[in-house]
């Protein structure tokens, strides 16, 4: 019964939820909607950078280790004496054929594309061809008809018999180019070799008798210095690489106090007296593709920069453009602006690319 206030409404009873399961919170989103991903994208690089530095690391100790195993058995890696060469070659002519040495691994068309641009643009020079292991084995009793293929094209072409696991990035490449020099001085007399990549063509003639004037053709920079800019010295893993390099360290022990310099290895060409002597202390059958960074960019350069000053040198002849080369360059390198250029980079390494086919479509 009223005492004469309101009566106030009796609470509603909430259905009981024994037995139910609680409807999911949405923290997910709203953590996500707070924070973003990009912390969690970032540790998950983290954890994959530092199980491939620790993969890598293993392999550099594991590879060097290899090296100085060699060095206490009384292996002589990697000594040339390039300054005693060039005192003997200085102020002297050498006639002879030029060699052009090329490395690929992948697509007939295209290898045939350069070695036809190759007789079109340089038809006094040698050729040898060396084919990537994997090129080899994906190419089976086809490599055989490649071969043919290639000898209708350019009569005179040396192919390797032997084939090397070419490496994007390793020290492999030099081995195969080593390589092609031992097997062709077998073969013939040839009195430079330039070296020369699978996705570089000619634009134009003048390459032997251009080269006949020099005794080297090369181009450098030093990396080791403020203000360097090339990659190989900004990353950690190739730094770390090359300077535990007891090969490149006893490279850097015919130049000591002089920086660290690396270079192109499209176009570089040297005098058969210098391959000669390369070669003669170059361990073909050490395994080169293990190495973590391209030697062939520095290798020959830094055995070089203390003799330049007694021979004769010109540039690299290659016009390089990692993004890919342009026809306005062709042209540019066609006309001479650059009287040192002969060859442009990166022409991709498709048939139908219309770089390369305007290349094929050149005058010669």
């Given at each position: 019964?009223?005492?004469?206030?309101?009566?106030l409404p009796?609470?509603?009873?909430?259905?009981?939820?024994?037995?139910q399961?609680?409807?999911?919170?949405?923290?997910?989103?709203?953590?996500?909607?707070?924070?973003?991903?990009?912390?969690?994208?970032?540790?998950?690089?983290?954890?994959?950078?530092?199980?491939?530095?620790?993969?890598?690391e293993?392999?550099?100790?594991?590879?060097?280790?290899?090296i100085?195993?060699?060095?206490?058995s009384?292996v002589?890696?990697?000594?040339?004496?390039?300054e005693?060469v060039?005192?003997?070659?200085?102020?002297?002519?050498?006639?002879?054929r030029?060699?052009?040495?090329?490395?690929?691994?992948?697509?007939?068309?295209?290898?045939?594309?350069?070695?036809?641009?190759?007789?079109?643009?340089?038809?006094?020079?040698?050729?040898?061809?060396?084919?990537?292991?994997?090129?080899?084995?994906?190419?089976?009793e086809?490599?055989?008809?490649?071969?043919?293929?290639?000898?209708k094209?350019?009569?005179?072409?040396i192919?390797?018999?032997?084939?090397?696991?070419?490496?994007?990035?390793?020290?492999?490449?030099?081995?195969?180019?080593?390589?092609?020099?031992?097997l062709?001085?077998?073969?013939?007399?040839?009195?430079?070799?330039?070296?020369?990549?699978?996705?570089e063509?000619?634009?134009?003639?003048?390459?032997?008798?251009?080269?006949?004037?020099?005794?080297?053709?090369?181009?450098?920079?030093?990396?080791?210095?403020?203000?360097?800019?090339?990659?190989m010295?900004?990353?950690?893993?190739?730094?770390?690489?090359?300077?535990?390099?007891?090969?490149?360290?006893?490279?850097?022990?015919?130049?000591p106090?002089?920086?660290?310099?690396?270079g192109?290895?499209?176009?570089?060409?040297?005098?058969?007296?210098l391959w000669?002597?390369?070669?003669?202390?170059?361990d073909?059958d050490?395994?080169?593709?293990?190495?973590?960074y391209?030697?062939?960019?520095?290798?020959?350069?830094?055995?070089?920069?203390?003799?330049v000053?007694?021979?004769?040198?010109?540039?690299?002849?290659?016009?390089?453009n990692?993004?890919?080369?342009?026809?306005?360059?062709?042209?540019?390198?066609?006309?001479?602006t650059?009287?040192?250029?002969?060859?442009?980079?990166?022409?991709a390494?498709?048939?139908?690319?219309?770089?390369?086919?305007?290349?094929?479509?050149?005058?010669?």
């Amino acid at each position: 019964m009223s005492s004469g206030g309101d009566i106030l409404p009796s609470p509603a009873v909430a259905p009981s939820t024994r037995g139910q399961q609680a409807p999911p919170v949405p923290r997910g989103n709203a953590w996500r909607d707070r924070f973003g991903l990009g912390w969690l994208r970032n540790l998950a690089r983290g954890v994959r950078n530092r199980r491939r530095r620790r993969r890598e690391e293993g392999t550099i100790g594991r590879l060097y280790g290899l090296i100085i195993d060699r060095l206490d058995s009384g292996v002589d890696l990697l000594r040339p004496d390039f300054e005693l060469v060039a005192r003997s070659i200085e102020g002297t002519e050498r006639d002879g054929r030029l060699l052009i040495g090329l490395t690929v691994h992948e697509s007939p068309e295209c290898v045939l594309d350069q070695v036809a641009n190759l007789a079109k643009f340089a038809p006094q020079a040698g050729v040898v061809l060396h084919l990537a292991g994997s090129f080899r084995r994906q190419l089976g009793e086809d490599a055989r008809v490649l071969g043919r293929e290639l000898a209708k094209v350019h009569p005179s072409i040396i192919v390797n018999p032997r084939s090397f696991e070419t490496v994007y990035g390793s020290g492999s490449l030099l081995q195969a180019q080593v390589s092609n020099w031992m097997l062709a001085r077998e073969r013939g007399s040839f009195a430079r070799f330039s070296l020369m990549s699978s996705n570089e063509l000619l634009v134009r003639s003048g390459l032997e008798q251009h080269l006949a004037g020099a005794d080297v053709a090369v181009s450098y920079n030093p990396i080791d210095v403020p203000g360097a800019t090339a990659g190989m010295w900004r990353s950690r893993l190739r730094r770390a690489s090359i300077l535990g390099d007891p090969i490149f360290a006893h490279v850097m022990g015919r130049n000591p106090g002089r920086s660290i310099v690396q270079g192109l290895h499209e176009g570089l060409c040297m005098r058969a007296e210098l391959w000669d002597e390369f070669a003669r202390v170059f361990d073909l059958d050490f395994p080169h593709h293990e190495i973590l960074y391209p030697t062939e960019e520095l290798y020959l350069h830094n055995l070089l920069q203390p003799v330049v000053q007694r021979l004769r040198v010109v540039p690299t002849t290659c016009l390089r453009n990692l993004g890919g080369i342009t026809a306005a360059q062709i042209e540019e390198v066609r006309r001479g602006t650059s009287a040192e250029r002969f060859s442009v980079k990166r022409v991709a390494r498709r048939i139908d690319d219309p770089i390369r086919r305007a290349i094929r479509e050149l005058p010669d």
